[in-house]
């Protein structure tokens, strides 16, 4: 009675920090710090050969992280944190500071296929909708209504994107009622261009590595291009070759806030129904107000597939063109570039040179003639008590970044 079994591992009871522990079990995505307490007490932990302590720890990972390769509910981790003196084994090697610092992508073949996939199914069936939309024209004909249904859902999703996905979620550049967030959630997802999350996952890595060869989607390769061919290749990479080619971006770095959040955790997690969801409206009102089939063939097309084509290439514009050809008013580190003939389209997105150089903006328009609709959205929410705490660069500080002078560009 009360004696000890010669293999039982040691109890403990010490709180372990989660972050330094490395998995594994388990591929690094697996691993949900963002669901588990910063400290839990480890069932048991001994050392290993290394001198390394093994923790095992009961832990639930939420749905949209598990893979078909299953993840275990107990894992093995090996604790990091432990100091030197503590570990008693001669043979402990010591961790290198490169493995315990988070990794920007993902080292994960699983979710890079789906990555890929995903980019497939969200750009050639737009694509091929939107041939197909042209081709029924002389047929079908083009009426208020459809147009009607094709510029609303636009400006629904691309606002979505530019004032939801971008300056809210990517830049949290001013606060929202939480009826805007969700809408803004809602709206972006149903412009097809992935989950809320992993959008602002690469975009906060397109600005922490702008045109740098980290920076998921830069027009810029490295070496730079030399000749047409290259420069092609460069402008296809940033336009839409890196949904197919790059890495999964770690979304428990860059957006470990939004992870955090529940509400956005499952809109996230919803992003396909949203998608269907953008499909289906167009379809539905086209149909009812028509009362005819053709009038939803009609919604379904244009206010579906047509208008995600167009959503896709305006944005896609604002990482490709602005960062290749445009005005640089301001002095920044990277090569953004204010496009003024794609502002409409992109809602005011276009202003990417203002952008780069004052990231946490929610306006975009710095002169009179610089048109931003979603900026002017914003105030409008400010004005009705939806939206608050809008941020922006005092003149002292606009006038000391200002390097081209002009009205005009
Ligand atoms: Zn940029
Ligand atoms: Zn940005």
């Not at 315990?100 to 909708?129: E, H, S, W």
């Amino acid at each position: 009675m009360g004696t000890k079994r010669p293999h039982e591992p040691p109890k403990v009871d010490t709180p372990v920090q989660l972050g330094t522990l490395t998995d594994m079990a388990v591929p690094e995505y697996a691993v949900p710090k963002y669901v588990v307490p910063k400290y839990a007490v480890p069932k048991y932990k001994e050392p290993n050969i290394n001198g390394d302590y093994f923790c095992q720890l009961h832990i639930s990972v939420p749905r949209h992280f598990r893979t078909p390769k299953a993840t275990p509910k107990t894992m093995t981790f090996i604790d990091k944190s432990q100091p030197l003196s503590d570990v008693k084994s001669p043979n402990r090697k010591p961790v290198p500071e490169s493995d315990r610092k988070p990794k920007i992508v993902l080292d994960n073949p699983y979710l890079k296929q789906m990555q890929q996939r995903f980019a497939y199914v969200t750009i050639l069936t737009p694509t091929v909708g939107t041939i197909v939309a042209i081709a029924l024209l002389p047929i079908l004909g083009m009426d208020l209504l459809t147009l009607g249904l094709f510029i609303s859902f636009y400006l629904l999703t691309i606002v979505g994107i530019e004032v939801g996905y971008h300056r809210y979620f990517s830049h949290n550049s001013f606060r929202a009622h939480p009826a805007v967030k969700i809408a803004l959630a809602i709206c972006g997802s149903m412009a097809a261009q992935g989950p809320v999350i992993h959008w602002v996952s690469n975009h906060r890595r397109h600005h922490q590595y702008s045109d740098q060869p980290d920076d998921p989607h830069s027009p810029h390769l490295h070496p730079p291009a030399t000749n047409l061919s290259e420069w092609i290749k460069s402008i296809w990479h940033g336009h839409i070759g890196w949904m197919f080619t790059s890495d999964v971006t770690n979304a428990t770095l860059y957006s470990r806030d939004w992870l955090r959040d529940p509400l956005i955790a499952r809109i996230n997690q919803l992003y396909t129904v949203w998608i269907i969801v953008g499909l289906l409206l167009p379809s539905l009102i086209g149909g009812l107000v028509s009362m005819s089939w053709t009038g939803a063939l009609q919604g379904f097309l244009w206010g579906g597939l047509v208008r995600i084509f167009g959503v896709h290439h305006a944005i896609w514009g604002v990482n490709s063109i602005c960062h290749l050809w445009g005005a640089q008013p301001f002095k920044t580190k990277e090569c953004s570039r204010n496009v003024g003939w794609l502002s409409l389209v992109t809602v005011g997105g276009s202003w990417h040179n203002n952008h780069h150089a004052f990231p946490n903006a929610a306006i975009l328009q710095f002169y009179w003639w610089q048109v931003d609709l979603g900026g002017w959205l914003i105030h409008l929410l400010k004005r009705v008590g939806l939206v608050s705490s809008i941020k922006a660069p005092s003149a002292d500080l606009l006038a000391a970044k200002t390097v081209l002078k002009t009205d005009s560009q």
